[in-house]
C-alpha cells in the first residue's frame, strides 16, 4: 500500500512532518492513507460517533493552544 499510517508516521509514531511529501507522492496515496486512518479510527473508536467528536475536539484544541489556528 502505498499510502497508509505508516506512510504518515515517523518510526517513532509522530506524524511524518517533515518528508510527507516525500513519502505520500500523489492524491492516489493520499486518498489511501486517508481511507486507511478512516478505517482505524472507525475500529478503535468501535465506530462510537461521540468518541470520535471528543477527539476532533480534542485535536483543534491542541492545535489552537499551540497557536496554529
Partial sequence: MAG???HCTKDDG???DENFT???ENLGDA???CENM???IK????GDERKI???EEAYYANVRQR???
Fill in 4 to 6: 497508509s499510517y505508516r
Fill in 14 to 16: 509522530t506524524f511524518e
Fill in 22 to 24: 516525500v513519502m505520500i
Fill in 31 to 33: 486518498l489511501e492513507a
Fill in 38 to 40: 478512516h478505517f482505524m
Fill in 43 to 46: 475500529y478503535l473508536s468501535g
Fill in 53 to 55: 467528536k471528543e477527539a
Fill in 67 to 69: 497557536g496554529y489556528i
